[in-house]
């Protein structure tokens, strides 16, 4: 099992993209906030890859009742650090919370039984 908290309010993926234009053409890259989100996750989190398939539970505390719950974005920035490919991921718990002072994101990963 791993454990990890990782402080701030993560953005959401649906509404984490922009698009710009590179040499005429249009492209989508993350937007600013996630991609201040995801430099910070990978500066909090640090663990070793977990085989096989996987229980994740979380509860993300926002810092308003604005943000819809998503947790994919999240999900997607455990990769290489809980787990190898989020294909791994069989059951997932997500919970919402708010702490107007500390928003973060509170994660369990296990082992899923067979």
Known sequence: MQA??????????ANSRRLVSFGG???VIKSSKALS??????LQCKGT???????VTMT????????????SLILDLLQ??????????????IYWGLDKGKPRC?????RRDP
């Open 49 to 55: 890859p977990m085989d096989g398939d996987l229980v």
């Open 25 to 27: 053409k249009p492209r």
């Open 80 to 93: 290489g650090i809980a787990y190898h490919n989020d294909r791994q991921v069989k059951e997932k718990h």
């Open 37 to 42: 989100y995801s430099q910070a996750f990978k």
């Open 60 to 71: 993300i505390y926002y810092a308003s009742r604005r943000p819809d719950l998503d947790e």
């Open 106 to 110: 509170e994660i369990e990963v296990r």
């Open 4 to 13: 990890f908290v990782v402080y701030g309010e993560p953005a959401s993926k």
